[in-house]
């Protein structure tokens, strides 16, 4: 009796358990992608990207775009304008890229921009930076020092980033190694100067270091 009783439990509980609703995961729309293998060359590239005249500085090889600084040069690269064609005043999005930092010239390297609706900014709006001083070379984040990820030149990293978008918006920012352990992340609460409409992203640089990015991806967490 005692082990029909058991069998009785089991049964009842598989039935209880099966009837549970499947949490299902956050969907994501993707709003621009761009694994970078599908260009000859950096001025195939202008179909998608805007370059805004930095063609000198750009060159797509190995299936990524790399980036080459010149000392008080300020390339940019944006997404298409149609990306977003409103801006997002609420919710979530997340950005993914793989990610080098490639010499070691130059202190401080503006590298990702969230721009708002309106701005067609160069770097005022940072939300990833690279850093570099004496032995040291992280990604941090430009407004908060005490924001950085340590990692090593010429060796790519995959970077995500999540936008909470609004009056009290939030950043946070994840890297991993090749991989895929998390080696560091940092976050900011409050930033609603960044991130109260999100209309665009910029790559935009300046020092004499260079650094190539890749399977750039942009969503939106339903």
């Not at 009783?5 to 992608?33: D, R």
């Not at 921009?113 to 430009?142: M, Q, S």
């Not at 990293?157 to 190694?177: L, R, W």
């Not at 100067?193 to 750039?216: L, P, Q």
Request: charged letters at 25%; a negative charge; aromatic letters at 10%.
């Amino acid at each position: 009796m005692k082990k029909f009783n058991q069998i009785i439990f089991i049964v009842v509980m598989a039935i209880l358990f099966c009837g549970l609703p499947v949490m299902a995961n956050a969907e994501e729309s993707v709003l621009f992608s761009d694994d970078f293998n599908s260009y000859g060359n950096v001025n195939e590239m202008s179909s998608v990207w805007n370059l805004k005249e930095c063609y000198s500085h750009c060159t797509v090889r190995g299936g990524a775009l790399h980036v080459k600084n010149q000392d008080g040069g300020a390339p940019v690269i944006r997404m298409p304008d149609t990306v977003v064609p409103e801006k997002i005043t609420s919710g979530h999005i997340r950005v993914t890229l793989d990610a080098l930092i490639e010499n070691l010239g130059g202190k401080t390297q503006g590298f990702m921009t969230l721009v708002p609706e309106g701005e067609h900014d160069n770097g005022h709006f940072r939300v990833i930076e690279f850093y570099r001083e004496k032995n040291v070379t992280a990604i941090c984040d430009p407004y908060a020092e005490e924001n950085k990820i340590d990692i090593k030149p010429s060796v790519w990293y995959k970077i995500v980033a999540d936008f909470h978008i609004g009056e009290k918006g939030k950043i946070s920012v994840s890297v991993y190694d090749d991989s895929d352990k998390c080696i560091g992340n940092y976050s900011r609460d409050d930033c609603d100067e960044f991130v109260v409409n999100f209309k665009n992203i910029n790559f935009t640089s300046w020092s004499d270091r260079d650094f190539a990015i890749d399977n750039f991806k942009v969503v939106k967490v339903e």
